[in-house]
């Protein structure tokens, strides 16, 4: 049967999974073994290993089926744990320490389990697993110890597949970006030539599965060498070649950038928030922020970026994907008309879907800003909290404005190098403001990180 689509911005659904479940924090296994992929991803974000904490508040939020079991690649900070806890009233997962390489360990073919890893999942009550990304790893994890995942392998990989989705919106006459497929460094050449001719300047490449800015690269179309473009980019199969899109290009006045976050289980497709996604010049996600800072537009385009958004997630379905997804689009604004373009669809906990869970469970229809915040020199997670407290900032259960910090990325000794904050209020000013008052009250450098 066709999934069902149910709007409701601004509220959660009434339940996500009624499943006792056992989640795999595998950031690194986002690129499904593209192993040149993941080593830029590890070169370009500091702390990766921690990022897997952000799922630690919304987890029991998702999961509602009993006692959850987190594993994540490092022991989170002591300071968050008691905050989320007695701050805020959030239930925590039992939370186990899974590194990257003893999880490839236990999903190998020749695993002797010398640590009992998978003996201890196999003896946990909980009968479904899940993950960032469900890769053939988790699915023999899963297989060996009796479990089911929530997604299958493939729903997983397909469903964050570039290449495929691209070519579904053509065969659904839905707007779609210049794009032109390469299967080698020389056709990209090829490609960029064409796209120039077109009227564009610069281009970008894209690997069929890419995250976090990992996977994307902007080059000038009459200024590219073979030697520009990586192999990783062809792991999957052919890279997309798409023209650049910018201010002044073809009558463009205003970019932005709006993104529904979904989520997908066997009967119905749940579209509950709508963000604009806060980008870097390169147009990395940086953070987001909603209601959309570009009001005046929403009214034009809100029925059109919804229907798309429904058209994605039951493509999302037909894929075998369940969990939570963000579809993310670019609006085109002329003087004559706005255009509605799906960019790309991330099926998995993205970087939005940490502050809308949250913010749609303490303040429903509510605001909500998020941003990545570096420290000018490593702190402790329970200095940060008291400096934020200090100042009246720090957000607890029944307010109705705060800074509320998700997760913190730890060095190696264990200190604060940054985190991923929340802002909250029914005010998308008053959020801002927030953002602005943070700046004073702890040593942060002026940047925003990458998400």
């Known amino acids: 049967m066709p999934v069902k689509i149910r709007k409701i911005p601004g509220e959660l659904p009434k339940t996500f999974w009624e499943r006792e479940t056992i989640f795999v924090s595998n950031l690194q296994a986002l690129f499904f073994g593209n192993e040149k992929q993941t080593d830029v991803l590890r070169r370009e974000i500091s702390g990766v290993p921690t990022y897997g904490g952000r799922v630690v508040p919304v987890f029991d939020l998702v999961y509602q089926g009993g006692k959850n079991i987190l594993f994540l690649e490092s022991k989170p900070d002591p300071a968050i744990l008691e905050y989320l806890s007695s701050k ?11 590194s990257f390489d003893d999880y490839l360990v236990a999903g190998s073919s020749h695993c002797d389990d010398t640590h009992g890893l998978l003996e201890g999942i196999r003896e946990t009550p909980a009968e479904w697993m899940d993950a960032y990304v469900t890769d053939e790893v988790l699915a023999e994890i899963a297989r060996k110890t009796g479990k089911k995942t929530i997604c299958s392998h493939i729903g997983s990989k397909d469903g964050n597949n570039k290449f495929l989705l691209h070519n579904y919106l053509v065969e659904k006459k839905l707007p779609t970006f210049d794009t032109c497929m390469a299967n080698s460094p020389t056709e990209v050449l090829a490609c960029c030539a064409d796209l120039q001719k077109q009227g564009y300047d610069r281009a970008v490449l894209k690997s069929q599965i890419g995250a976090s800015g990992c996977g994307l690269i902007q080059v ?15 792991h999957e199969g052919p890279c997309l070649v798409q023209g650049w899109i910018e201010v002044r290009q073809r009558d463009i006045r205003r970019i932005s950038s709006p993104s529904v976050q979904i989520f997908i289980n066997d009967e119905f497709a749940y579209l509950y928030d709508l963000t604009e996604q806060l980008l870097s010049k390169l147009s990395v996600h940086e953070g987001n922020i909603s209601p959309p800072s570009n009001l005046p537009i929403w009214d034009e385009i809100y029925d059109d970026v919804f229907q798309q958004a429904g058209v994605a997630a ?6 075998g994907y369940r969990g939570t997804a963000s579809v993310d689009f ?7 008309d706005i255009e509605v373009v799906i960019c790309e669809i991330n099926a998995r906990f993205t970087g939005a ?25 490593p702190h402790s997670g329970a200095s940060i909290l008291k400096m934020l407290d200090k100042k009246g900032l720090l957000y607890k259960k029944g307010m109705e404005r705060g800074v509320l910090p998700v997760n913190f990325n730890l060095n190696e000794q264990g200190e604060v190098i940054k985190g ?6 029914y005010e998308r000013d008053v959020c801002e403001s927030l953002l602005e008052q943070i700046h004073v009250a702890l040593p942060l450098i002026d940047e925003y990180e990458r998400d």
């Open 88 to 98: 805020l009233h959030l239930t925590i997962p039992e939370i186990r320490v899974f």
């Open 220 to 234: 000038q179309c009459n200024d590219i060498k073979i030697s520009d473009v990586p192999e990783y980019l062809f």
């Open 314 to 319: 039951k493509w999302l379905y037909k894929q």
């Open 330 to 336: 670019l609006v085109l604004e002329r003087d004559e």
């Open 353 to 377: 879907t940490y502050p809308s869970v949250l913010a749609r469970h303490f303040l429903p229809r509510g605001a909500w800003l998020m941003r990545n915040l570096k420290l000018i020199n």
């Open 420 to 425: 991923q904050f929340l802002f909250l209020a």
